[in-house]
């Protein structure tokens, strides 16, 4: 049974900086992408990061860039998501999820963890 777990969110000031981890389980975590998305009630899925367990290379969406590093650490199957200068409006629901490429080359995320919250207070 794959599980994607999230860890490390919690309060944090404006300007304050949070590491968030996604531990997985179940999968052959080399296989996959990992990526990070956030979400607000009533708001759409927003994509934050991605990396690549094969090559490790990492592709980080326009709201998160210069701001925050993913990262892996092998010995645990995690993938650590480090932010800065966290906002207020960056209160949300932040999840990681575990995807493959197609045949296509799209990259499809079949597995989602549960989410953890992040509050960042003004």
């Known amino acids: 049974q794959v599980q994607l777990v999230e860890s490390g969110g919690g309060l944090v000031q404006a300007g304050d900086s949070l590491r968030l981890s996604c531990t997985a389980s179940?999968?052959?975590?080399?296989?996959?992408?990992i990526g990070w998305f956030r979400q607000a009630p009533g708001k759409g899925r927003e994509f934050v990061a991605r990396i690549s367990r094969s090559d490790t290379s990492t592709y980080t969406g326009d709201s998160m860039k210069g701001r925050s590093t993913i990262f892996t650490d092998n010995t645990k199957n995690t993938v650590n998501l480090h932010m800065n200068s966290l906002e207020p409006e960056e209160t949300d629901v932040y999840y990681c999820?575990?995807?493959?490429?197609?045949?296509?080359?799209?990259?499809?995320?079949?597995?989602w963890g549960q989410g953890t919250q992040v509050t960042v207070s003004s």
């Open positions: 999820a575990a995807g493959r490429r197609d045949e296509r080359g799209r990259l499809n995320y079949d597995y």
């Open positions: 179940g999968l052959t975590f080399s296989n996959y992408y």
